[in-house]
Every structure is written in structure tokens, then in C-alpha cells.
């Protein structure tokens, strides 16, 4: 089994910052990709921004204002989020490409996270 635990979501003022972290835990023999996506209601989740071997992606979005980084040693990627806008309200999902240790490959999902930021 493997799990992915956000945390770091919450309530912030325009213009302050959060930081999101996702741990990966369980039966993993590697993780490629991870990453952050976030949804709006009645919405498809968005990809916020992406890391895989060191190479990073970002929505237009958020480019200048959020870090995404990687602890390969703790299985574990963050989402620096600067200058938060009112409209970077959302529910963000972690997400991992992770090969189990029985040598199976499939996508991952965190349990999402609130972020809110007040104007």
C-alpha cells in the first residue's frame, strides 16, 4: 500500500505565503514524477506544477510566485506558494508516479489539502 500525506494548507492574507508538503510512505521502490494540481468545484483538477529528475513545470499561473521541490531521501515534494492571490483559493492534491515494490506503476493522489487566501 502507499499513501500520500499533505499537509501546510490553511488561511492566508493576500500577499502572504503557505507551504505545502506531501510525504510518500508505503511499499514504494521509486517515484518518478510529483507533483501539485488544484480543483475548483465543478471543475478538473489543473496542474499546478510538476518535478521529475530535477526538471520542473509550472502553470502560467503561478510562474514567479510558487517553488515546487523534491527530498528524494524522504520521499517527500513541497509547493513554496509566495504573493498568494484570492484566486489561488482551492482544495491542491498532491500527486506521484510511484513503482511499488511488487514492480507495479500507477498514479497517486493525496487527500487535498484548503488553501484559502483572504483579500
Known amino acids: 500500500q502507499v499513501q500520500l500525506v499533505e499537509s501546510g494548507g490553511g488561511l492566508v492574507q493576500a500577499g502572504g505565503s503557505l507551504r505545502l508538503s506531501c510525504a510518500a510512505s508505503g511499499s514504494i521502490f521509486s517515484i518518478s514524477r510529483m507533483g501539485w494540481y488544484r480543483q475548483a468545484p465543478g471543475k478538473q483538477r489543473e496542474l499546478v506544477a510538476a518535478i521529475t529528475n530535477g526538471r520542473t513545470n509550472y502553470a502560467d499561473s503561478v510562474k514567479g510566485r510558487f517553488t515546487i521541490s523534491r527530498d528524494n531521501a524522504k520521499n517527500t515534494v513541497y509547493l513554496q506558494m509566495n504573493s498568494l492571490k484570492p484566486e489561488d483559493t482551492l482544495v491542491y492534491y498532491c500527486?506521484?508516479?510511484?513503482?511499488?515494490?511488487?514492480?507495479?506503476?500507477?498514479?497517486?493522489w493525496g487527500q487535498g489539502t484548503q488553501v484559502t487566501v483572504s483579500s
Open positions: 500527486n506521484a508516479f510511484i513503482m511499488t515494490s511488487s514492480g507495479r506503476g500507477s498514479d497517486y
